[in-house]
T-cell receptor, first 111, second 111 residues
Framework: GAGVSQSPSNKVTEKGKDVELRCDPISGHTALYWYRQSLGQGLEFLIYFQGNSAPDKSGLPSDRFSAERTGGSVSTLTIQRTQQEDSAVYLC?????????FGPGTRLLVL | GEDVEQSLFLSVREGDSSVINCTYT??????LYWYKQEPGAGLQLLTY?????DMKQDQRLTVLLNKKDKHLSLRIADTQTGDSAIYFC???????????FGKGTKLSVIP
C-alpha cells in the first residue's frame, strides 16, 4: 500500500524566505509526527498530532516554526524567515499504534 | 551522556554476520526499534521489540534485548552489500509518543 509521502523532496531557498513542507500520512493513521535530521543534532522530534487533539509543539526550535494538520490527514510544516541553521532533512512519520512509519523526507538547503 | 548511544561505524565482510549495538538510559522504555536509512532516503522500519521480550527473530534479523543492562543489539546474518546503510536504534518511553534516536551506526559491507 501507499506509504508516507512528502513534498517537495528537495528545496533550496534563500535566507529570510518562508518555506512550506507537506506530508501525506498513511491512510487511516491517526498520529502524525515531524522530525528534523541534521548533521550536528541527529534526529530531533519537532511536533506531534493525534486525531483532533491539540498538537504537542514542544520540540519546535523557535517561533519561526509552525505546523498544521487539516482534516486529520495532510500536514504542513512552515518555516518563516529561514536561517542557514534550518538546513536539514525534515522527516514526517505516521502511526496507528506503536510503530511509526517514515516518509522519504524533504531536504532543505538555506543559502 | 546521550539518551541512546550507538557506535558510529561498523565494517564487515560480505557473508559474515553483523552485530550493531545500542545502549539506552531510560528504564521506562516500552518499545525499542531498529530503522535503516540508505543514502538520500527516509527511515525504513526493520523491526521492533516490546520491552517484556528478550529476543525477536525475523528472517536474517535477530534482536536481543537485555533490559537489566539497557542494551539492545541487532544481528544481521549473511550480510549482503545491499545491507550497507545507517542503522538507527530508537526507544519509546512510557507515557510518551515521540521516539528518541541514537546517532546511527554506518554499516559498510566489504565485497
Amino acid at each position: 500500500g501507499a506509504g508516507v509521502s512528502q513534498s517537495p523532496s528537495n528545496k533550496v531557498t534563500e535566507k529570510g524566505k518562508d518555506v512550506e513542507l507537506r506530508c501525506d500520512p498513511i491512510s487511516g493513521h491517526t498520529a502524525l509526527y515531524w522530525y528534523r535530521q541534521s548533521l550536528g543534532q541527529g534526529l530531533e522530534f519537532l511536533i506531534y498530532f493525534q486525531g483532533n487533539s491539540a498538537p504537542d509543539k514542544s520540540g519546535l526550535p523557535s517561533d519561526r516554526f509552525s505546523a498544521e494538520r487539516t482534516g486529520g490527514s495532510v500536514s504542513t510544516l512552515t518555516i518563516q524567515r529561514t536561517q542557514q541553521e534550518d538546513s536539514a532533512v525534515y522527516l514526517c512519520a505516521s502511526s496507528l499504534k506503536e510503530t511509526q512509519y517514515f516518509g522519504p523526507g524533504t531536504r532543505l538547503l538555506v543559502l | 551522556g546521550e539518551d541512546v548511544e550507538q557506535s558510529l561505524f561498523l565494517s564487515v565482510r560480505e557473508g559474515d554476520s553483523s552485530v550493531i549495538n545500542c545502549t539506552y538510559t531510560d528504564s521506562s522504555s516500552t518499545y525499542l526499534y531498529w530503522y535503516k536509512q540508505e543514502p538520500g532516503a527516509g527511515l525504513q522500519l526493520l523491526t521492533y521489540i516490546f520491552s517484556n521480550m528478550d529476543m525477536k527473530q525475523d528472517q536474517r534479523l535477530t534482536v536481543l534485548l537485555n533490559k537489566k543492562d539497557k542494551h539492545l543489539s541487532l544481528r544481521i546474518a549473511d550480510t549482503q552489500t545491499g545491507d550497507s546503510a545507517i542503522y538507527f536504534c530508537a526507544e519509546k518511553r512510557a507515557g510518551s509518543y515521540q521516539l528518541t534516536f541514537g546517532k546511527g551506526t554506518k554499516l559498510s559491507v566489504i565485497p
